[in-house]
């Protein structure tokens, strides 16, 4: 399984960014799937999971302002990010774990993408 993040770069405070992950290769129709990021200094965080029954799940920090979304034909997951701040600036990683049906705490993700800067400056 190959997971290929596109999208991030840099906005200004207010401004929005869509990330995308395209998995590729021996997939499977059960899964759960997860954005994370780190920003320097700080530990991982996971911002949103989505699973096989497209049931989301939001950190706090996020909720409200982050959309977590699939388009299971393409086999690629988004995060949409909108109403940015100086905070959010941070590596976002994608991973998915397969053969589950619903994200638990606690999953871990055997698969991830190679990550995507972004960075929020006024």
């Known amino acids: 399984v190959q997971l290929v993040q596109s999208g991030g770069g840099s906005v200004k405070p207010g401004g929005s960014l869509r990330l995308s992950c395209a998995a590729s290769?021996?997939?499977?129709?059960?899964?759960?799937m997860a954005w994370f990021r780190q920003a320097p200094g700080k530990e991982r965080e996971e911002v949103a999971t989505?699973?096989?029954?497209?049931?989301?799940h939001y950190a706090d920090s996020v909720k409200g302002r982050f959309t977590i979304s699939q388009d299971v034909a393409k086999d690629t997951f988004y995060l949409q990010m909108n109403t940015l701040n100086t905070e959010d600036t941070a590596m976002y990683y994608c991973?998915?774990?397969?053969?589950?049906?619903?994200?638990?705490?606690?999953?871990?993700?055997?698969?991830w993408g190679q990550g995507s800067q972004v960075t929020v400056s006024s």
């Open positions: 991973a998915v774990e397969y053969g589950i049906w619903a994200c638990r705490p606690g999953t871990d993700f055997a698969f």
């Open positions: 989505i699973d096989s029954g497209s049931f989301p």
């Open positions: 290769g021996d997939l499977d129709a059960a899964y759960c």
